[in-house]
């Protein structure tokens, strides 16, 4: 599956005027990434397509979901990626990659009919054609960067992440390895923004990509939900809600936000609404490469957190009750700020 | 299917049935819709219709598998991923059957904040999908290309509700929704925003909640919180005021324009509806109760059968469910466990009904004179008759109002049943006055009606959520904050759940044993819609919809773009990853000429 990267020692081509976006959501999947990206806003989809942004080359999608054309006049844009007549592509994966290895016949997921054969042509095959072709090919959502929910313990598909299929170690024709933007589904304004970035890279106007070990933006996911939640200062003065509906932290019920890389509470959804335990709900883990296994059952507490919320409980409580009597002094008013005819601010008449 | 794609002149497969030139054409992928369907038909250009449609699906998940042994409290986190676009109704429809297996009731406040939520994505996903995916079939671009004719006649006409809409010809409406470039298409891709906004208010993130629990919803019930949901709810009201009437003036132009348009998409009415929004005074989520809280729901359940209603009783709803095999790639489980032989009331539960379905995937090879698609037919049996009906959703808004209407139970401030018509007010807003709209049922079960309906629909979820903001707001003056019940896992228990998708029915069958999953099986809308041949040779709706619809499209075999089948698949709002496989093969025309009895029409 590897593929011997070329461009990364050329000289410097000429930016392209047109980049395109081809995008696969046969993956095992809900559309959910895609249905996600309508929802952006910085950028928004429209921002992109329409050349609202300063330098960016234009840019052509073609995704299953919004698209004015159906059937062979969609499917003849992943044609002319193949051949290379559509020009540079952005290849976006959306779902978990089956395994389509351990059956006889039949597929678990595809896309478009062979015309030869009449049978449905296999969404790994799809990839095998395009990923290798693309400037750069990104994993949309838990379910591509890492298998997600379809990938779950006793599942009958064999699924995994696209880097898991490709290879880790994998580079695309623009000499980059799978980028990951997880999430299930994707932070609409997390994959955007990384479109965006990628745009600009193409565009000569911004440096590689910076990813981390799991192939992912750092800039994104490079905190931990815990870092940015809004009932962290819960944790810290170890006040824990003991039931669904309570505004304190979480963790007891069964939030991870202290050990999972995401920016949703920092973030929101979107126009910073929502954003998981800002809102009440628990963090399930759902950007992360062990999801959903490792976090099951969602509702009990993280066997970890145990020991840290029994530590910041111990000192939390003394803090929360130093920080009482504080915050009832300040909670009142200087006693100079009265009506009547005396001034006891301190203030003096100078006399000269 | 295998030899169709080669170009085979002039060859009769059987001399018995008279010849018809029979073009084949296939759609794979459909655009524009959630998930991968393929449509195949068969084209009698000369008679100018449909002769035959076969809908095929290309994704096999193995939800009901792999959620085998799993903790009965994780099944809405993990159902909810079934569906990209209305994955928070299979969350919250998990939560209900949850409710009924654990035995809990959520506070009245907690049940309105789901009813919020709810609302608001019927309000989103009806927007964009009407206005960003099925409103491309009817903009400015696609007229052109398919119906000059119509394009022309579209210049000439005035918009009646023109004052309302700002519009003045049917053809500025349909410029406006050209993608991207169309104001109108802008606009709307915008407030599908604002609505998803509200969603987040309440359900944390879209579209896999994360506040959903057994017992209630984690949201903290804040005055703040329901200050941003009103602010918005009122732009949404005011946006309806004008959408309603664009939609009417632009579809009642297909009717005038093109005679006959009616035809489009048209099947018999066979309508499910399993209910919407439960009202916490009455709804106990007990199995037995299950008839009377299911008929005060704020969506009434019902089937609709040629126009009249058969039951609104969820009981009867649910004890008449049959899964049956089909044209499907999996293996029958007449050997496996019947994990449930009577419902709590005594009632026997049939072998094929969700609750004892066993699935065993059996991938193979796509034959559409065999199997051809992963997904199942589900069916409802007519006791009056013994049959085993095709229910449809009409995409959910249709057989929600028209089952709704038909019970005449709902009224609230803002909404009226009345037997045969649905009345949905909406309260003054910032620019427009009070304004009363009403959907009243239709002559028919088409594909103009099912986007009409579509509409209103949008209007009926806005009405509704102000008497939730109401009844939600009274509860939190009044000190019940509460939004959660606390509950204990069972180890033997049996549960479901009946909600609405945005497109359609939903139910969700649980059995626990061991206090673990034993079984579970989700009946999302697009199986209903989209699935194959059953057993008995019936034709899934959107097969049955397509075959017989007319052609109007003016682009002969060459150039065709089949945008008549178009409407009529996308009037079903397909969402496969439900789990439809339609089979629209590709726009590839073959020069094929083929006996009407293409595959087997009863196959299996």
């Not at chain 1, 609409?188 to 890279?201: A, G, H, I, K, R």
């Not at chain 1, 009750?321 to 009547?340: D, F, M, Q, Y």
């Not at chain 2, 209900?96 to 309000?123: H, K, S, T, V």
């Not at chain 2, 060459?558 to 093969?585: E, Q, T, W």
């Amino acid at each position: 599956m590897s593929f011997e990267s070329s461009s990364a020692k050329q000289v410097k081509p000429a930016p392209p005027t047109d980049v395109h976006i081809v995008w696969i959501t046969a993956g095992l999947g809900c559309d959910g990434d895609s249905v996600s990206i309508t929802a952006a806003e910085q950028p928004s989809i429209e921002d992109v397509l329409l050349g609202a942004i300063p330098g960016l080359p234009k840019v052509h999608l073609h995704n299953p979901v919004l698209a004015y054309e159906v059937g062979d006049e969609f499917m003849q844009f992943y044609y002319d990626a193949e051949s290379g007549k559509l020009g540079p592509f952005v290849l976006v994966v959306e779902g978990s990659i089956p395994n389509e290895q351990i059956k006889k016949e039949g597929y678990w997921a595809a896309v478009g009919t062979d015309p030869k054969s009449g049978q449905p042509i296999t969404t790994c095959e799809w990839i095998d054609r395009l990923a290798p072709k693309s400037v750069a090919t990104i994993a949309i959502g838990t379910c591509a960067t890492y298998g997600g929910i379809h990938a779950m313990a006793g599942n009958p598909t064999g699924a995994m992440g696209l880097a898991d299929y490709l290879g880790w170690k994998w580079k695309s024709a623009g000499g980059l390895p799978v980028v990951n933007v997880p999430g299930c589904p994707v932070q609409p304004d997390n994959f955007m923004e990384t479109v965006l970035y990628l745009l600009y890279q193409v565009a000569g106007m911004a440096p590689i990509i910076p990813l981390d070990e799991q192939l992912r933006p750092t800039w994104l996911f490079g905190k931990t939900v815990h870092e940015g939640c809004d009932r962290a200062g819960y944790y810290e003065q170890g006040d824990f809600a003991l039931e669904y509906g309570s505004p304190k932290c979480l963790v007891k019920l069964g939030c991870w936000g202290p050990v999972v890389n995401c920016n949703v509470t920092k973030r929101g959804w979107m126009r910073g609404i929502g954003g998981c335990p800002n809102v009440g709900g628990i963090c399930i883990g759902c950007t992360m490469p062990g999801f959903p296994d490792k976090f099951m059952p969602f509702m009990d507490e993280p066997p970890g957190g145990r020991i840290s919320t029994a530590a910041s409980g111990a000192y939390g409580s003394i803090i929360r009750a130093l920080r009482a009597i504080t915050n009832s002094t300040v909670n009142k008013e200087p006693k100079w700020r009265h009506p009547g005819k005396e001034l006891t601010t301190g203030y003096q008449v100078e006399r000269h | 299917m295998a030899t169709s794609v080669l170009p085979q002149t002039g060859k009769a497969t059987s001399p018995s049935a008279p010849k018809r030139d029979l073009v084949e054409m296939n759609w794979d992928p459909i655009t524009r819709i959630v998930g991968s369907l393929g449509i195949f038909t068969k084209i009698d250009f000369a008679n100018r219709e449909v002769a035959e449609c076969y809908s095929t699906s290309s994704i096999f998940r193995g939800y009901s598998i792999f959620m085998k042994g799993k903790d009965p409290r994780d099944a809405h986190f993990i159902t909810s991923r079934i569906c990209g676009i209305c994955g928070d109704n299979h969350a919250t429809c998990a939560v209900y059957a949850q409710n009924m297996a654990f035995g809990c009731r959520p506070p009245a406040l907690g049940e309105w904040m789901i009813n919020l939520g709810e609302a608001a994505e019927y309000m989103f996903d009806h927007c964009l999908y009407q206005d960003n995916l099925v409103g491309v079939d009817f903009c400015e671009n696609m007229v052109k290309e398919t119906n000059p004719g119509v394009w022309q006649k579209a210049q000439n006409t005035s918009a009646p509700n023109a004052d309302k809409h700002g519009f003045k010809t049917i053809a500025d409406i349909m410029t406006s929704l050209n993608p991207f470039t169309g104001d109108f298409y802008r606009e709307t891709l915008q407030m599908s925003r604002l609505t998803r906004e509200m969603f987040c208010l309440m359900e944390g993130r879209h579209v896999h909640p994360s506040t959903l629990y057994p017992g209630g919803i984690g949201t903290a019930a804040t005055i703040q919180v329901f200050t941003d949901f009103a602010v918005r709810l009122s732009k949404y009201a005011e946006f309806m005021k004008r959408v309603l009437p664009l939609h009417d003036d632009l579809f009642d132009f297909f009717y005038e324009a093109l005679p006959g348009y009616e035809k489009v998409g048209q099947r018999r009415i066979l309508l499910g509806c399993w209910g919407s929004f439960n009202d916490p005074e009455y709804c106990d989520y007990t199995y037995k109760n299950m008839g009377d809280w299911g008929r005060k729901m704020f969506v009434t359940p019902g089937v609709v059968v040629d126009g009249k209603l058969v039951t609104n009783d969820l009981v009867d709803i649910n004890i008449n469910m049959r899964i049956l095999l089909g044209s499907s790639f999996y293996d029958s489980w007449a050997n496996a466990e019947t994990f449930v032989k009577k419902d709590p009331l005594g009632n026997a539960i049939h072998r094929d009904h969700p609750w004892n379905q066993t699935t065993i995937p059996r991938p193979q090879k796509r034959d559409f004179a065999g199997n051809y698609t992963w997904v199942m037919s589900p069916r409802w049996l007519d006791q009056r008759t013994g049959d085993h009906l095709a229910l449809d959703t009409g995409g959910g808004p249709i057989a929600r109002l028209w089952s709704t209407a038909l019970s005449g139970l709902v009224e609230t401030e803002y909404l009226k049943a009345t037997g045969n018509s649905v009345k949905i007010r909406l309260p003054k807003t910032s620019l427009k006055p009070e304004v009363e709209f009403e959907w009243k049922v239709p002559q028919w079960s088409n594909a103009i009606e099912r986007d009409r309906a579509r509409t209103y629909f949008q209007a009926y979820a806005c009405a509704a959520a102000y008497h939730f903001l109401d009844e939600a707001i009274k509860e939190l003056y009044a000190g019940r904050t509460k939004t959660w019940s606390e509950f204990t896992v069972p180890d033997e228990a049996i549960g479901c759940g009946f909600h609405e998708a945005v497109r359609g029915v939903l139910s969700h069958h649980v059995v626990i044993r061991d206090g673990k999953i034993a079984n579970y099986h989700p009946y999302p809308p697009t199986p209903w819609n989209a699935n194959p041949r059953d057993i008995y040779g019936t034709p899934g709706p959107y097969e049955d919809a397509i075959q017989n619809t007319p052609i109007f499209e003016e682009n002969g075999p060459d150039k065709f773009k089949g945008i008549d089948i178009m409407r009529a698949v996308r009037s079903f709002d397909p969402c496969l990853p439900c789990g439809v496989h339609m089979y629209n093969g590709e726009t590839k025309m073959l020069e094929t000429r083929h006996m009407p009895m293409f595959g087997a029409q009863g196959s299996k």
